[in-house]
């Protein structure tokens, strides 16, 4: 079960992270948002201190951005994945598939956001299967926002899940809900992207919170 802690800005933050046994990072780049990295200061720090992620994958968060900005970013950042999380079309995929493969950028996967509420989930995940490593299953906002909600969907809804695509859980996930999270036994449960319930302001993250829930989940 691997553990992606989204939502990273501040590099003391960081580097208290970096202790645990998370297996991904995340760094959004979504101008709406609050978590949003502040560029020029935190890609410097991660370029000084990359010695220290040790293994863990670095996942960049993209909402409708052009594909240079995402290039760019991948080698500043030094991303292993590119999560879209926008409406970001089949062309736009395909196309994004193209240029990563050929620049020296390259170097990193796809990741598509859904939402946990998608009836025709598994066509879209037949229709990204050729460019996306992963699924992120979240929930949809109301307002039609991109970005975590905190909110949980119904997570049954997986048991109807038969794509051919592994996914990562997201969505309100919390400290409380381990032992649910280990009672779904599903195949293609690649791991959880926690966020927003572990917190104690936007974009920092409680270690202490972190470590129980990771030592817990990793048992």
């Not at 990359?50 to 993209?62: E, I, L, Y």
């Not at 990193?108 to 939402?115: D, N």
């Not at 299953?137 to 038969?162: E, H, M, N």
């Not at 409380?176 to 293609?188: F, G, R, S």
Request: proline fraction near 4%; hydrophobic fraction near 40%.
């Amino acid at each position: 079960m691997k553990v992606k802690v989204c939502g990273l800005k501040n590099p003391e933050n960081i580097d208290q992270l970096l202790n645990l046994s998370i297996d991904w990072v995340g760094f959004i780049f979504y101008e709406k948002s609050l978590r949003k990295v502040n560029y020029e200061e935190l890609s410097k720090w991660i370029t000084d201190h990359s010695n220290k992620f040790n293994g863990k994958k670095r996942v960049g968060v993209f909402v409708n951005h052009p594909m240079e900005f995402i290039l760019n970013a991948s080698g500043d950042f030094g991303l292993d994945y590119a999560q879209l999380h926008g409406d970001e079309s089949l062309d736009y995929l395909r196309e994004l598939t193209v240029y990563k493969s050929v620049l020296a950028t390259g170097g990193f996967e796809l990741i598509k956001a859904v939402s946990g509420t998608q009836k025709d989930l598994n066509v879209l995940a037949e229709q990204y299967a050729p460019y996306c490593k992963y699924l992120l299953i979240d929930t949809k906002t109301a307002d039609g926002s991109f970005g975590g909600t905190g909110v949980k969907f119904d997570w049954k809804i997986l048991d109807d899940y038969r794509g051919p695509i592994p996914f990562f859980l997201s969505g309100g996930i919390g400290p409380m809900d381990v032992e649910t999270i280990l009672k779904i036994n599903h195949p293609l449960l690649a791991g959880v992207d926690l966020n927003s319930q572990f917190e104690t302001a936007k974009g920092i993250k409680d270690p202490q919170l972190l470590k129980g829930f990771i030592e817990k989940i990793k048992d």
